[in-house]
């Protein structure tokens, strides 16, 4: 199985792989996400989406028993390249072959702007499955600039991508079985590579 992604795996690795460098807030988001998996007892972290493994391997360094998730095959052979210590499968967002409840936290960067609308309570009810009670989700994808429009499609690289409300997401994540702890909404910054707002959500499964 192809994806679009396999044909740009090598330029990706390369383009963003200092892309936590300029982000002091991300890496501050992604110190407490961690602190939160720890005292909720350390459990395995997935972090679904995970490219080239770089953010991956960020997890582990902070302490969490970290492991990577991808569709893309070109990706997941990359991230093994590049990081021969961590474990990477293949898998699909709306289908983890992960069990019920094992988990102690799910990273989603930017893995769910290509999730057709339709589709992402499909990914979000998933991750609500694989997720320990007490558990933690972190989450980021680029907001739309009007709150009251749910999602927005926009033009990228590799395949159509969607932004969404903030609100919206929230609401999603709580039909999930994942109440909202904390928000925040990062401006396009003339050093990054960000088109619209980022919004980084973290909630925890009741």
């Known amino acids: 199985m192809t994806t679009p992604y396999d044909a740009f795996a090598v330029r990706y690795a390369e383009q963003f792989r200092d892309t936590l460098h300029d982000r002091v807030l991300e890496r501050a988001l992604l110190r407490a996400f961690a602190e939160l998996v720890r005292t909720n007892g350390n459990g395995e972290v997935a972090d679904l989406g995970c490219g080239p493994g770089h953010i991956t391997a ?81 989450i980021s994808l680029f907001a739309t600039d009007d709150p009251s429009i749910p999602s927005q499609s926009f033009d990228h690289t590799v395949t159509t991508a969607h932004r969404w409300s903030p609100d919206h997401l929230a609401g999603m994540l709580r039909d999930a079985g994942m109440g909202e702890v904390a928000r925040t909404l990062c401006e396009p910054q003339p050093t990054d590579r960000r088109q619209f707002r980022e919004l980084q959500l973290l909630s925890r499964k009741g």
């Open 58 to 138: 960020h997890l582990r360094e902070l302490g969490l028993k970290a492991f990577g998730v991808d569709i893309s095959p070109a990706m997941v052979r990359l991230a093994r390249e590049a990081n021969p210590g961590l474990r990477f499968e293949l898998g699909s967002m709306a289908a983890l072959d992960i069990a019920d409840g094992s988990l102690g936290g799910v990273l989603s960067r930017s893995s769910v702007i290509h999730t057709p609308p339709q589709d992402l309570p499909v990914v979000l009810a998933e991750i609500g499955r694989v997720l320990a009670p007490g558990g933690h989700l972190l």
